[in-house]
């Protein structure tokens, strides 16, 4: 298994972990009240799951175990791989303190209104990073 | 990898950049409130990376690594798992319609022909479920 793998994997099982916090906050929240009003967590928690845990986990087989790209390159390009890594965690980590601390100011274009757009891009381009470097693997043998 | 997994997988993948690219933007909307609109595009969002990313990507790896049969076809009969596939897309670019274009009964319709694609996939792959040396 290679380093990008293990990292990815391992960073899957925070994030895990790290929504079923989130899952036990909101459960907590409905229990005692003592969000402040408008504080959605469930956007955190669904993201936790599906980008942290599932497609972080997925990332990581696929660069594992897809069909090599060529003899020379078997995983395409790596740089761009831990590129996918180091934007889709800065993404997704800013965007669970961001999306609701911004929820909690509730003014447009506020300090945390620009930090989840940047959150957005830096996502983006992790996802895109991902897809470029792993169309080439996808191929008949 | 075989070619109806290469299908599936580029479709996912597909899927991965446009609900990756729609969600960026809902996340925006979400920061500057540019276009209150957009928000009505949540569902898409999600069809594209539940049915279209995860369920394709799953779907697709399956059919290449699940344990084969024996016989002249190691991976039943392809015509169904085929047709799983272009019965799942159909559904899904329904899907998309429905929200773009509010018609009656298109998103039971939509549901329906997923949830035969699934079915097909399911009844080609039970089988393969099994012990290696079985």
């Known amino acids: 298994m290679p380093p990008l793998t293990r990292w990815f994997i391992k960073t899957s099982f925070l994030y895990f972990a790290l929504a079923l916090v989130a899952g036990v906050v909101i459960g907590a929240q409905a229990v005692w009240g003592f969000s402040p009003p408008g504080v959605d967590l469930y956007p955190s928690y669904f993201h936790l799951l599906a980008e942290g845990w599932i497609t972080m986990l997925i990332i990581g087989v696929v660069f594992w175990m897809f069909p090599k790209y060529t003899l020379e390159q078997p995983r395409r390009n790596p740089s761009l791989g831990w590129?996918?890594?180091?934007?889709?965690?800065?993404?997704?980590?800013?965007?669970?303190?961001?999306?609701p601390a911004n929820a909690v100011v509730g003014t447009p274009a506020s300090v945390w209104a620009i930090l989840l757009v940047v959150a957005a891009a830096l996502q983006w381009?992790?996802?895109?990073?991902?897809?470029?470097?792993?169309?080439g693997r996808v191929k008949e043998k | 990898m075989p070619r109806l997994s290469t299908w599936f997988v580029r479709s996912s993948l597909v899927y991965l950049a446009l609900g990756f690219t729609l969600g960026a933007i809902l996340l925006v909307n979400k920061g500057l409130a540019f276009l209150p609109q957009v928000w009505k595009l949540l569902p898409i969002h999600i069809e594209m990376l539940l049915m279209g990313w995860f369920v394709q990507l799953a779907a697709g790896v399956g059919y290449w690594i699940l344990p084969r049969l024996s016989g002249e076809r190691p991976r039943g009969d392809v015509r169904i798992t085929w047709l799983a596939f272009w019965l799942i897309n159909l559904g899904i670019g329904l899907v998309i319609l429905e929200t773009l274009i509010p018609l009656p009964g298109i998103l039971m319709i939509a549901r329906l022909v997923e949830l035969v694609g699934v079915l097909a996939f399911i009844i080609n792959t039970w089988e393969r479920v099994k012990s290696f040396a079985s």
């Open chain 1, 125 to 135: 381009l992790g996802g895109m990073a991902f897809v470029v470097n792993s169309w």
């Open chain 1, 83 to 99: 590129a996918s890594y180091i934007l889709l965690n800065l993404g997704l980590v800013l965007r669970i303190i961001s999306e």
